[in-house]
């Protein structure tokens, strides 16, 4: 079950009764959310491509992947994406033509329609494929990820897409250059994360912090997270396994 729900900057998002969490935090914004802790980090990262091949995880209500199409042509900026996302929710995709969406994609709408009817997209520019499906057994298949949108339901509830061989799958799927972003901010996370090889950054793009990560260090505007100071401070945080996690 899902309910509609409107958050602070106008936009609206859905509650899942299932994961009892809503797609988006609503005291930022459904659409500043994504722009905010996805997009504009990402493509500031990577402003001199000409072209980006996206994973976003998982699609949900799309807000991410049209949030960067709608900032991509708010700018003018001369980039060809592509993007793959996977999603476990067939009925939600279904419905999404038929979303209320922010004024920022009325131009947008065409994409929507394709999306949710054929489950992909694509034009000169645009190259848009969705999986309905397992998104740990998808990434296998993908390979020179520039970015990935890391942004499923919280470790609580949806702890196989936040495990140490996750995050190792995410690794091999991305180039050297790849940068992953991702609301959460736990220890446990960002120690599965650099287990699984990758840097930990940090920065703060609105009210909250948020982790983003990279496969080697960086020279940018943001803070290094010392993971083995971390370590030492937090004694009782472990990186989180499929094998501890789930059996």
């Not at 509650?15 to 959310?33: L, M, P, R, V, W």
């Not at 949710?116 to 034009?123: E, F, L, Q």
Request: some cysteine; overall charge neutral.
């Amino acid at each position: 079950m899902i309910e509609l729900v409107k958050t602070s900057d106008g936009s609206n998002t859905l509650f899942s009764s299932k994961y009892n969490q809503h797609f988006h935090d609503t005291k930022t914004g459904a659409i500043k959310e994504s722009l905010t802790k996805h997009v504009i980090p990402a493509l500031q990262y990577h402003k001199q491509s000409k072209e980006l091949n996206i994973l976003d995880i998982c699609f949900g209500l799309g807000y991410n992947t049209l949030s960067t199409i709608y900032y991509i042509l708010e700018n003018n900026l001369d980039i060809k994406l592509n993007i793959y996302s996977p999603e476990l929710d067939l009925n939600l995709v279904n419905s999404l033509e038929e979303f209320e969406y922010p004024k920022e994609f009325d131009n947008l709408k065409e994409i929507i329609k394709e999306i949710s009817k054929n489950k992909s997209y694509k034009d000169k520019n645009l190259n848009i494929k969705l999986f309905i499906g397992d998104a740990r057994e998808y990434i296998k298949s993908l390979k020179n990820i520039d970015i990935v949108y890391q942004d499923a339901f919280s470790l609580d509830v949806n702890k196989e897409l936040w495990s140490v061989e996750y995050f190792k799958d995410i690794y091999k799927a991305c180039k050297e250059d790849a940068i992953v972003t991702t609301y959460a901010v736990s220890t446990n996370i960002r120690l599965s994360m650099n287990e699984a090889g990758f840097e930990i950054y940090e920065i703060k793009p609105v009210k909250k912090k948020q982790t983003i990560a990279f496969k080697n260090k960086q020279n940018i505007d943001a803070k290094y997270i010392d993971i083995e100071l971390k370590k030492q401070r937090n004694k009782i945080a472990r990186p989180i396994y499929d094998k501890q996690t789930f059996n």
